[in-house]
């Protein structure tokens, strides 16, 4: 039984309709702080079936050891985290509490139930503004926010943990731009408040919410001048975690480190004109100034992936743009 954190968020969810369509039996817990209940009557729609499902927060040691007792747990996946880089910024304190103590407090409880196999959601933020493209692993990690700087700390967590223990298969996943949505239209990104990433503000845009899409500087050194990002399809993103899960359970014990994009990079103009031919009309922008932070491109090197796992994306920027509108115009 595979055991999902953080179950009901946008990741969590997909993984979860993923791995049970495969037939796998899972467990997802979740604190529903940026994550809705709802997700788990759309998640048995989808696949129906009952979902087993425990209302916790990660960091509560007694109640995941409950857990661990009750459910024949065998590998984690562990994407509870907070993940909004402003919100970081604003309040360090609570995101290293969470994504840190988290983290550890899931090894102390696996550690106990002799559980060692772990997926960790991570992410490209680690590596800051890059000196080089694509990025490759081995790049340098210069992340620029508590955000970033939490995910750091946990990957070197994990790597000292797996030195010091016997038998563990880790795999740390650096996510690039998550996009999309399932193509049911039944889960996707759910959006919390005023998005700061560029695909739901642009669906926010295409369902009438917000005016226009502000495009964050266009005189950038990229084929628009706008910002490159290397946008990836979520459904491609779990496929690595799957992926990876049956990896790691071949292996006697594992320490592994992959980039999970598709290699390419794709600029916000370009994005946003996938968004306009799904939904089918031009969406308003604006150009105004560059956002604090933001690098001109970022792109994966993501063959590691594709050696180690037989890993690769297959989905387009327009089936981003399609799955992301399908999920959107149902949205109450
Ligand atoms: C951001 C985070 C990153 C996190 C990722 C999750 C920063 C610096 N980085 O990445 O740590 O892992 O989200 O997906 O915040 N843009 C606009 N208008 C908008 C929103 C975005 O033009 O309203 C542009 C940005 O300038 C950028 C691109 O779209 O060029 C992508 O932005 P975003 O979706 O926020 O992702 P990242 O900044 O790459």
Same mark, same amino acid.
């Given at each position: 039984?595979?055991?999902?954190?953080?179950?009901?968020?946008?990741?969590?969810?997909h993984?979860?309709?993923?791995?049970?369509?495969?037939? #796998?039996?899972?467990?997802?817990?979740?604190?529903?702080?940026?994550?809705?209940?709802?997700?788990?009557?759309?998640?048995? =729609?989808?696949? @129906?079936?009952?979902?087993?499902?425990?209302?916790?927060?990660?960091?509560?040691?007694?109640?995941?050891?409950?857990?661990?007792?009750?459910? &024949?747990?065998?590998?984690?996946?562990?994407?509870?985290?907070?993940?909004?880089?402003?919100?970081?910024?604003?309040?360090?304190?609570?995101?290293?509490?969470?994504?840190?103590?988290?983290?550890?407090?899931?090894?102390?409880?696996?550690?106990?139930? =002799?559980?060692?196999?772990?997926?960790?959601?991570?992410?490209?933020?680690?590596?800051?503004? /890059?000196?080089?493209? /694509?990025?490759?692993?081995s790049?340098?990690?210069? /992340?620029?926010?508590? *955000?970033?700087?939490?995910?750091?700390?946990?990957?070197?967590?994990? =790597?000292?943990?797996?030195?010091?223990?016997?038998?563990?298969?880790?795999a740390?996943?650096? *996510?690039?731009? &998550?996009? @999309?949505? #399932?193509?049911?239209g039944?889960i @996707?990104?759910?959006?919390?408040?005023? /998005?700061?990433?560029?695909?739901p503000?642009?669906?926010?845009?295409?369902?009438?919410?917000?005016?226009?899409? =502000?495009?964050?500087?266009?005189?950038?050194?990229?084929?628009? @001048?706008?910002?490159?990002?290397?946008?990836?399809?979520? %459904?491609?993103?779990?496929?690595?975690?799957?992926?990876?899960?049956?990896?790691?359970?071949?292996?006697?014990?594992?320490?592994e480190?992959?980039?999970? !994009?598709?290699?390419?990079?794709?600029?916000?103009?370009?994005m946003?004109?996938?968004?306009?031919?799904?939904? !089918?009309?031009?969406?308003? *922008?604006?150009?105004?100034?560059?956002?604090?932070?933001?690098?001109?491109?970022? *792109?994966?090197?993501?063959?590691?992936?594709?050696?180690l796992?037989?890993? %690769?994306?297959?989905?387009?920027?327009?089936?981003?743009?399609?799955?992301?509108?399908?999920?959107?115009?149902?949205?109450?």
């Amino acid at each position: 039984m595979i055991l999902l954190t953080g179950g009901l968020g946008y990741l969590g969810s997909h993984m979860a309709a993923q791995i049970i369509e495969q037939g #796998h039996e899972v467990v997802l817990v979740d604190n529903l702080s940026n994550s809705k209940i709802a997700v788990l009557d759309r998640l048995s =729609q989808l696949t @129906g079936r009952d979902i087993s499902f425990v209302k916790i927060d990660v960091r509560d040691k007694a109640a995941m050891q409950e857990v661990f007792s009750q459910y &024949p747990i065998t590998q984690v996946v562990h994407f509870a985290g907070s993940k909004s880089v402003n919100e970081s910024i604003q309040q360090p304190l609570d995101y290293y509490d969470n994504n840190v103590n988290s983290l550890i407090s899931l090894l102390h409880v696996m550690k106990e139930a =002799q559980v060692k196999t772990i997926v960790f959601s991570s992410t490209a933020a680690i590596y800051g503004e /890059p000196e080089s493209l /694509p990025i490759p692993e081995s790049a340098r990690q210069a /992340p620029i926010t508590p *955000y970033g700087r939490s995910k750091q700390i946990c990957e070197q967590i994990l =790597q000292d943990f797996s030195n010091a223990e016997q038998g563990w298969k880790i795999a740390v996943l650096r *996510y690039f731009n &998550p996009a @999309g949505a #399932h193509s049911s239209g039944i889960i @996707g990104e759910v959006p919390n408040g005023i /998005p700061n990433n560029l695909v739901p503000y642009i669906a926010q845009v295409a369902r009438d919410e917000r005016p226009f899409l =502000q495009v964050f500087g266009n005189d950038y050194n990229t084929i628009d @001048g706008t910002g490159v990002r290397d946008f990836i399809h979520v %459904q491609d993103l779990i496929d690595g975690h799957t992926k990876a899960l049956a990896w790691l359970s071949t292996q006697p014990q594992a320490f592994e480190v992959l980039n999970l !994009g598709r290699g390419e990079g794709v600029s916000v103009k370009q994005m946003l004109d996938a968004f306009s031919k799904a939904v !089918g009309h031009e969406l308003p *922008y604006k150009v105004v100034a560059r956002r604090d932070g933001d690098s001109a491109s970022v *792109y994966a090197d993501a063959s590691r992936a594709n050696c180690l796992l037989g890993w %690769q994306a297959t989905r387009t920027v327009d089936e981003m743009a399609i799955d992301t509108w399908r999920f959107y115009e149902k949205l109450a």
